[in-house]
């Protein structure tokens, strides 16, 4: 299952079926270390309500912003946005949700980006499809290898 819409609302919307229980998708969203297995080069990650998020995503810049929403092993949700000048998204300044739904031996994750300028939407949708592809491969047990999206 591949979902990718993005909405006139600032908001894109990417689903991946991965074979793993929520429990596991989770801690890929709340452990950094498994976190930088699919995404990043550097993190600090304090998955708790208002803790920390900040990302160096590719090597080129910083993503930051607080956690908001923290319930194990179903929903994550932090604000986001780039520590770059100028950026149209500003730390904190739009919102990810992730939702874990179990189905069988699987899990449906969506993850939401809302709140994100029209001018905006397009590049976070490739990157959080790139990014959730990467994650299912990890989460499955596999290595996802070196990210070709890396600065």
């Known amino acids: 299952m591949t979902e990718s819409p993005t909405g006139s609302d600032g908001s894109v919307v990417v689903r991946r079926r991965i074979k793993a229980t929520p429990e596991t ?3 890929f969203f709340t452990d950094p270390g498994r976190w930088l297995q699919w995404q990043g080069v550097d993190a600090v990650i304090e998955a708790r309500p208002e803790g920390t998020f900040r ?26 946005g780039w520590e770059l000048p100028g950026n149209p998204v500003p730390p904190g300044s ?12 699987q899990t449906v994750v969506t993850l939401t980006h809302r709140d994100l300028p029209a001018d905006a939407c397009d590049v976070h949708r490739v990157g959080w499809e790139h990014y959730l592809s990467r994650l299912g491969v990890a989460a499955e047990g596999g290595d996802p290898g070196p990210d070709p999206m890396r600065a």
Request: aromatic share 12%; hydrophobic share 35%.
């Open 94 to 105: 739009s919102t990810v949700e992730i939702d874990l739904v179990p189905d069988g031996n």
């Open 25 to 27: 998708i989770f801690s």
């Open 55 to 80: 990302m160096n995503v590719r090597g080129d810049g910083y993503a930051s912003g607080r956690f908001t929403e923290v319930d194990p092993p179903h929903r994550v949700v932090f604000t986001w």
